[in-house]
């Protein structure tokens, strides 16, 4: 394996085709650690450097030991720094199909329950934190693996497991709610995590007041700052007619047509139900 192909690529090769037995086998009988002055040990199967540190009468000795899941993880460890770099790098406009790329190889990562597989994830994982804090204004859905507490968002969405907007986005579209074209995944995940009200998010729904009021009720668990109030001060929230929504169109909305949506509300109870037995401990 060609351990100088370019970040993104190498991880696709790991994850995807040959490139972990390649890269094992590049482990033995290498020429580089070899002129390093380590000693391959056939019987460990591993190599081992000895240095002296101090001669005479009590001499003192290093010892160094590679094995092959050290040789694995060091490489793996250095291609997520060239990976960090090259998103570093990167022009806001690659950033998406970049930040999407990625998201393909964590989701892939996750697929086996391997050492070899597990590491890259975990490694993954670690990068997706970085980039995170290297771009905390970029909305992707690749941030949804990070398991979420956002305590400082206007929200305050709660300490939630990685999937949890992903799957949120999913009940509004098979709900009819939203429309997952007009609404993309990205807009709807802003709304609920923005740290202060932004105008620029827009979230319209196209059900009636009551199904929509009824829904955002029953999604207050999910977060410790979400209510009525808040959803109006937001000002991110319209009604199918595209206007504003406010608390008093909520509260209005919710002490009428109770017994005219009950079959909507039990498909709206019977999905969220499952979400909270996900998500809430």
Not at 57 to 82: G, M
């Amino acid at each position: 394996m060609d351990k100088d192909i370019s970040p993104l690529n190498f991880f696709n090769d790991l994850l995807f085709f040959d490139g972990i037995n390649h890269l094992i086998s590049s482990f033995y009988n290498n020429n580089n650690l070899l002129e390093e002055g380590y000693i391959f040990i056939t019987e460990h199967s591993c190599y081992l450097k000895t240095e002296m540190l101090e001669d005479g009468p009590n001499a003192q000795f290093s010892y160094d030991e590679i094995t092959k899941e050290k040789f694995f993880i060091t490489i793996v460890l250095d291609k997520k720094k060239d990976l960090l770099d090259y998103f570093s790098r990167e022009e806001a406009i690659n950033l998406a199909l970049g930040f999407s790329q990625l998201k393909v190889l964590y989701q892939k990562s996750k697929t086996k329950d391997t050492f070899y597989f597990n590491k890259i994830s975990e490694q993954l994982y670690s990068l997706i934190e970085d980039l995170r804090l290297i771009y905390p204004e970029q909305k992707h859905s690749l941030f949804n693996v990070l398991t979420k507490y956002g305590g400082s968002s206007y929200f305050q969405y709660k300490d939630l497991k990685n999937t949890f907007f992903e799957d949120l986005y999913e009940v509004g579209y098979e709900l009819g709610l939203i429309d997952d074209v007009e609404i993309p995944e990205e807009m709807f995940y802003s709304v609920f995590t923005c740290l202060k009200p932004d105008e620029a998010l827009k979230l319209t729904f196209n059900k009636s007041n009551p199904i929509v009021a009824y829904f955002l009720k029953q999604i207050e668990p999910f977060f410790d700052n979400l209510n009525a109030v808040t959803i109006e001060k937001s000002c991110s929230f319209y009604n199918k007619q595209g206007k504003l929504l406010k608390s008093t169109d909520l509260y209005a909305a919710l002490s009428r047509g109770s017994d005219r949506n009950k079959e909507y509300f039990d498909r709206i109870d019977r999905k969220l139900n499952l979400l909270k037995l996900k998500y809430l401990k």
